[in-house]
């Protein structure tokens, strides 16, 4: 079963703007994390946020985490063609030894 | 350090028939997982490995899949009597389970069509 709920589903932007995904999830987590996903290919790890963590910054990527709401986002700031993929948040629960993947987010930057 | 090896990348078979995927996962990495993805939806767990041992198995593994993990190191994914709805990609992700992070690693998935 797939625990988080992402949203948009999908997204389309201009290049150059900032692109938002949010995720929510349902049961307490030791950490939360988005991955990347280029069409017909594997997963790539990007940010991992820790439970008592609030907010994480990476290269043009920010990820907040609320887990009083259950939630997360992640901010790519500056899109670039080259962004455009399908990007998932994965919750890491409590007492599971997996990670359980949202549905995702495909995001298209428009050149 | 080559990252995770899935093999083959692209199946094609006739419903009935029986298909196996193999995984390589990063040499120092003792968790192995297989995940499947189907068209527009996220990875649902399948099952994973510590070392050689199986420790958990999803429901969506019917008695048809079989998953092997021989020696500790490379994994096998065996899927019998194959059905249309067994058409998914199939990716195996490893990692160190004392490592500083608990990102996973994938291989670049093994995708199956069952005609």
């Known amino acids: 079963s797939q625990q988080g709920e992402e949203d948009p589903q999908a997204l389309s932007i201009q290049e150059g703007e900032n692109a938002t995904m949010n995720c929510s999830y349902k049961?307490?987590?030791?950490?939360l994390q988005w991955y990347r996903q280029n069409s017909g290919r594997g997963l790539v790890h990007l940010i991992l946020?820790?439970?008592?963590?609030r907010e994480k910054h990476s290269g043009r990527l920010r990820v907040t985490l609320d887990t009083s709401k259950k939630s997360s986002s992640l901010l790519i700031t500056a899109s670039r063609a080259a962004d455009t993929a399908s990007y998932f948040c994965?919750?890491?629960?409590?007492?599971?030894?997996?990670?359980?993947f949202g549905q995702g987010t495909r995001l298209t930057i428009n050149p | 350090d080559t990252g995770v090896s899935q093999n083959p990348r692209h199946k094609i078979t006739k419903r009935g028939q029986n298909v196996t995927f193999r995984c390589d996962p990063i040499?120092?990495?003792?968790?192995l997982y297989w995940y499947r993805q189907t068209l527009g939806q996220g990875p649902e767990f399948l099952t994973y490995f510590q070392n050689e041992a199986q420790l958990e198995k999803s429901r969506l593994l019917s008695d048809r899949f079989s998953a092997e993990r021989p020696k500790g190191s490379f994994s096998t994914l065996e899927i019998q009597r194959t059905e249309q709805g067994d058409s998914a990609m199939y990716l195996c992700a490893s990692r160190w389970l004392a490592g500083l992070t608990g990102e996973l690693f994938f291989g670049e998935g093994s995708r199956l069509t069952v005609l």
């Open positions: 994965a919750t890491d629960p409590q007492g599971a030894q997996k990670l359980v």
């Open positions: 049961t307490s987590i030791n950490n």
């Open positions: 946020i820790r439970s008592n963590e």
């Open positions: 040499s120092e990495h003792n968790r």
